[in-house]
């Protein structure tokens, strides 16, 4: 691996080509893993202004063998798909703004779902996603 390749493009070649549309639904973070989801998300957000810059190697060091991250997926998901809560969360929580407007409300421009962020975006969140996948 590069060591010093950026997470964005680290992310792009890792993830592009693989289309993946997440039905409309309710995808509710389940509470039992709220605690190491937050804490990832926490950390992801720190270091987002970097990503198309810097490493995130404690990420990008996790898919050195390709072989044993499928091995591993495999075994904590049915049929290698990852539950769509974990994409969902992500995504929403990364790259929405979270603005209000004077009453209060929440601005929907600014709320982003897994399925309206662009495929350099995406490619984030799935990498984002199969790594948290391999920590619970």
């Not at 998901?77 to 209000?100: Q, V």
């Amino acid at each position: 691996m590069n060591r010093n390749e950026p997470f964005a493009a680290f992310c792009n070649r890792l993830a592009a080509h693989v289309n993946v549309k997440i039905p409309d639904g309710d995808y509710t973070l389940p509470e039992e893993y709220n605690t190491k989801a937050t804490n990832l998300l926490n950390n992801l957000k720190q270091k987002k202004k970097g990503f198309p810059y810097y490493p995130i190697t404690f990420i990008q060091n996790r898919f050195d063998n390709l072989d044993e991250v499928k091995e591993t997926l495999m075994a904590k998901t049915t049929d290698g798909e990852i539950p769509n809560w974990i994409p969902t969360y992500f995504a929403y929580n990364l790259y929405s703004t979270f603005e209000y407007d004077d009453d209060g409300n929440l601005k929907p421009e600014g709320l982003y779902g897994y399925n309206n962020l662009p495929e350099s975006l995406q490619n984030i969140i799935k990498v984002v996603s199969v790594y948290f996948m391999l920590q619970i």
